[in-house]
């Protein structure tokens, strides 16, 4: 099934001016978000594609899209996509990877006229009590959490589930509902 996610980093940088991922306002918690979107053992997934609006200095918001659908010339490694994210907030060019001047709510306005959005939060409707629609959206925030008024603003447009009480880590969550989904696929 189709699936798409929407990270939203309250401090990821949105320049190229970093030494290293966690110093960069957390573009690791991307990193590893995008490793838990896209990859399997051996092989990247062609139906996914992973969005990160980020929020940090020096210009933001900034849309980073990541589509299985052209990624190539990758691995999981963080130093490889420690190079590639700095390639593409260079303003230059890699396949699968793009780099917009776009906000959160406008990204969730364009997902909402076709797809059902999803916002993870422990105090949302449990997961396994719901069936997800063909082509879903998952958003989610970083290790501090969607802001109130973001969170307000997506609920307009999608409902909150769970996957429990317990505050799991983004790539975690994304890894979880990976999983849920490909179950529900098998014969």
Request: with cysteine; hydrophobic share 35%.
């Amino acid at each position: 099934m189709p699936r798409e996610f929407i990270l939203y980093s309250r401090t990821g940088r949105t320049d190229s001016k970093w030494t290293n991922l966690h110093d960069a306002g957390r573009l690791d918690i991307v990193y590893e978000c995008i490793i838990a979107s896209l990859f399997l053992s051996h092989a990247i997934r062609r139906d996914t594609v992973f969005h990160a609006i980020l929020n940090g200095p020096p210009k933001p918001p900034l849309h980073l899209e990541v589509n299985g659908e052209n990624l190539y010339d990758v691995r999981t490694d963080q130093q490889i996509w420690g190079k590639i994210l700095r390639h593409v907030l260079s303003e230059r060019k890699h396949p699968g990877v793009r780099v917009s001047k776009e906000s959160f709510e406008s990204l969730i306005r364009v997902k909402a006229e076709k797809q059902k959005i999803y916002v993870l939060e422990e105090d949302g409707q449990d997961i396994f009590q719901i069936e997800i629609e063909k082509n879903p959206v998952f958003v989610l925030g970083d290790h501090v959490g969607l802001p109130r008024k973001c969170e307000d603003f997506v609920l307009r447009y999608g409902e909150k589930i769970s996957l429990g009480r317990k505050p799991y880590l983004a790539a975690t969550c994304i890894t979880v509902i990976n999983y849920l989904l490909d179950r529900k696929e098998q014969p």
